[in-house]
């Protein structure tokens, strides 16, 4: 498997995507949390999930952030010195 030397849109939009749902999913999970506790419903079921949806958006983020910094590193990279010739 050979990896692309250049930039990608379709990774530059999966890492946008993941990073747009990362940050829907931790206002749900946010949102979700403060309900419960509100609620007075510490350690419990819904307390886990949404403490587990706000897990997952943060492996979204990260995910999505390494992705866009990955496309933009491959589109403004310097030709290494055995590629100038």
Same mark, same amino acid.
């Given at each position: 498997?050979?990896?692309?030397?250049? $930039?990608? *849109?379709?990774?530059?939009? %999966? $890492?946008? *995507?993941?990073?747009?749902? %990362?940050m829907t999913a931790a206002l749900v999970g946010f949102i979700r949390l403060m309900a419960v506790l509100d609620g007075g419903g510490y350690g419990t079921t819904d307390m886990r999930i949404a403490l587990f949806v706000m897990g997952i958006a943060g492996a979204?983020?990260?995910?999505?952030?390494?992705?866009?910094?990955?496309?933009?590193?491959?589109?403004?990279?310097?030709?290494?010195?055995?590629d100038r010739g």
């Open positions: 498997m050979t990896v692309s030397t250049h $930039g990608s *849109t379709l990774r530059l939009l %999966a $890492g946008a *995507t993941m990073v747009i749902v %990362a979204l983020f990260a995910a999505g952030t390494a992705t866009v910094i990955w496309d933009i590193a491959q589109r403004y990279e310097s030709p290494s010195r055995s």
